[in-house]
Antibody, heavy 118, light 106 residues
Framework: EVQLVESGGGLVQPGGSLRLSCAASGFTFSSYEMNWVRQAPGKGLEWVSYISSSGSTIYYADSVKGRFTISRDNAKNSLYLQMNSLRAEDTAVYYC???????????WGQGTMVTVSS | EIVLTQSPATLSLSPGERATLSCRASQSVSSYLAWYQQKPGQAPRLLIYDASNRATGIPARFSGSGSGTDFTLTISSLEPEDFAVYYCQQRSNWPTFGQGTKLEIK
């Protein structure tokens, strides 16, 4: 079964750090571009970051640039998001999403909740 | 940044009726538009990609149309499981999503 499973969410104070992980299974992870997408409580979807299949090309949304770092380990079939200098407005469910050949997000994880609060 | 505006914000219909959801882009995105369905507590599910192509396993009652700046998602005959929030998304440059249309039971 094709699957993405996120982990690493939790409660963190403003200014703190958190590292999210996304474990992939059921497909050749190293062949796919990957993304992180977040959703604040009761709000819509916001794209956060992209990484190419090799990891050589990376993009960020302006809202997280300079604070978040996306990475991947193809040997471990895993995607990561290092989040530093967290703010209250980063509170959201964070999803990892596989980018299909036609560039839409065809497989999503179940999400992991990040709460930034003192 | 390309802004996607979805309308209406809420659509109240009954099972068996036809649903028409709109997504308008602030500039042309060619046919690089996708539609997703999201139910409460669940991750989004891809329905349509490249404006009119159904994703794997999506029922034929879902169809997409449009190009440039104006797009439509049509559900030909609503089933009870179709009541959810629907998002459009463009990939012309970095991805952006519309604010969503909530399809609720009338």
């Amino acid at each position: 079964e094709v699957q993405l499973v996120e982990s690493g969410g939790g409660l963190v104070q403003p200014g703190g750090s958190l590292r999210l992980s996304c474990a992939a299974s059921g497909f050749t992870f190293s062949s796919y571009e990957m993304n992180w997408v977040r959703q604040a409580p009761g709000k819509g979807l916001e794209w956060v970051s992209y990484i190419s299949s090799s990891g050589s090309t990376i993009y960020y949304a302006d809202s997280v640039k300079g604070r978040f770092t996306i990475s991947r380990d193809n040997a471990k079939n895993s995607l990561y998001l290092q989040m530093n200098s967290l703010r209250a407005e980063d509170t959201a469910v964070y999803y990892c999403a596989r980018q299909a050949a036609y560039d839409a997000f065809d497989i999503w994880g179940q999400g992991t909740m990040v709460t930034v609060s003192s | 940044e390309i802004v996607l505006t979805q309308s209406p914000a809420t659509l109240s219909l009954s099972p068996g009726e036809r649903a028409t959801l709109s997504c308008r882009a602030s500039q042309s995105v060619s046919s690089y538009l996708a539609w997703y369905q999201q139910k409460p507590g669940q991750a989004p599910r891809l329905l349509i990609y490249d404006a009119s192509n159904r994703a794997t396993g999506i029922p034929a009652r879902f169809s997409g149309s449009g190009s440039g700046t104006d797009f439509t998602l049509t559900i030909s005959s609503l089933e009870p499981e179709d009541f959810a929030v629907y998002y459009c998304q463009q990939r012309s440059n970095w991805p952006t999503f519309g604010q969503g249309t909530k399809l609720e039971i009338k």
